[in-house]
């Protein structure tokens, strides 16, 4: 599947190493203007070589639409776009062409296909979510007339980590100033210095995103097999590196009594129907209730490392490697923009599917 979304979708296509990532958005309704400026900076943010704790990859990611737009405005049409890939080193891989990383996709995409690129980790790479970052963009203009807002920012990285706290909000100039995207200065200091410690011992670290999300009206969101909270975390696995999901209190529910759990509801000075608390996480019975929706991503350590490791080559034979290249010693500050993105194009997706509901 290279598609996301049945109403509003992504398909993206590209190779980290090819002439091109790009990708092509349909069901984007016409007439929505489209601010180019604003679609460049949520790229520029997932860009490699912004700090020493990203992969110093040089790449310029200038995005070049080639079809659904007319002097700005969508048409209805799909919507083809592309971003070059300039600073390539394939000859880095060339050790690794018939080597299986531990930790990597390299063995699975071998066994599903019988061949593999091995250039950068051809479609397994991460420079795919380039593409995704420009289908988010364009679905978050689409949004932007509803007030919706969503904000994602660095929680965790290693054992450093900022107090879990549902209700905490950050602006974006707050995690914006930090090279690791955490809006706590000191805590953001600590994570430099893990980050940094794992790269002098030539190795990687993982970490945790939390995604805040406001605006969302009640009644979005599909019952019983396409729920909100399953399409956001469909959305948020499909993400490179990205091992597990929480949907408000998430798991913390297990060890609550119901009472405790429950959010109750209560009605405002306005006569609105407002709740006590928000465990549930803005979702209920797979549909948003109105409230704040929180997500919680926990990314693994990237694979490629250079220590050595035991694995296997494509003759089945047992084989030491120490990797070599450019990599992000932690995936997690350049994935605070996909994350963002697949949310909103997640939303931009119940939106649409929200209009089809019932006749008003």
Not at 73 to 88: C, K, L, M, S, W
């Amino acid at each position: 599947m290279n598609t996301t979304g049945r109403l509003f979708r992504l398909t993206t296509f590209g190779e980290s190493h090819g002439e091109a990532v790009g990708g092509v958005i349909d069901g984007c309704p016409a007439g929505l203007s489209i601010d180019m400026e604003a679609v460049e900076h949520d790229v520029q943010r997932r860009r490699p070589g912004q700090s020493t704790y990203t992969s110093p990859r040089n790449e310029k990611d200038s995005v070049r639409f080639l079809s659904g737009l007319f002097q700005g405005v969508t048409t209805g049409a799909p919507i083809a776009f592309i971003i070059e890939n300039r600073d390539v080193h394939s000859e880095d891989y060339d050790h690794l062409s018939r080597v299986f990383r531990p930790g990597h996709a390299d063995y699975t995409y071998f066994c599903k296909y019988g061949f593999r690129d091995p250039r950068g980790g051809g479609r397994s790479s991460a420079r795919e979510t380039a593409v995704r970052v420009v289908g988010g963009a364009v679905a978050k203009q689409l949004l932007a007339p509803l007030g919706i807002d969503c904000r994602a920012y660095t929680s965790q990285i290693g054992c450093v980590q900022l107090p879990k706290d549902l209700s905490a909000r950050y602006s974006r100039e707050m995690v914006e100033a930090s090279p690791v995207r955490c809006p706590d200065p000191s805590i953001s200091a600590q994570m430099e210095a893990e980050i940094a410690a794992a790269q002098s011992a030539c190795d990687s670290v993982g970490g945790i995103i939390n995604c805040h999300i406001g605006g969302v009206p009640a009644g979005w969101g599909e019952p019983i097999y396409d729920k909100l909270h399953a399409a956001l975390g469909a959305a948020m696995l499909s993400i490179n590196a990205a091992k597990g999901v929480e949907i408000g209190e998430g798991f913390a529910l297990a060890s609550m009594r119901g009472s405790e759990a429950n959010d109750q509801m209560t009605t405002d000075d306005a006569d609105n129907i407002t709740f006590c608390s928000n465990h549930a996480g803005g979702i209920s019975g797979g549909i948003s209730t109105g409230q704040d929706i929180h997500l919680r991503i926990a990314f693994k350590p990237t694979p490629t490392i250079g220590q050595e490791q035991q694995t296997i080559n494509e003759n089945g034979e047992v084989v030491l490697l120490a990797a070599k290249g450019r990599h992000d010693p932690c995936v997690v500050p350049r994935a605070v923009p996909v994350v963002e993105a697949m949310a909103w194009l997640t939303l931009a997706d119940a939106f649409l599917a929200s209009r089809t509901d019932r006749i008003e």
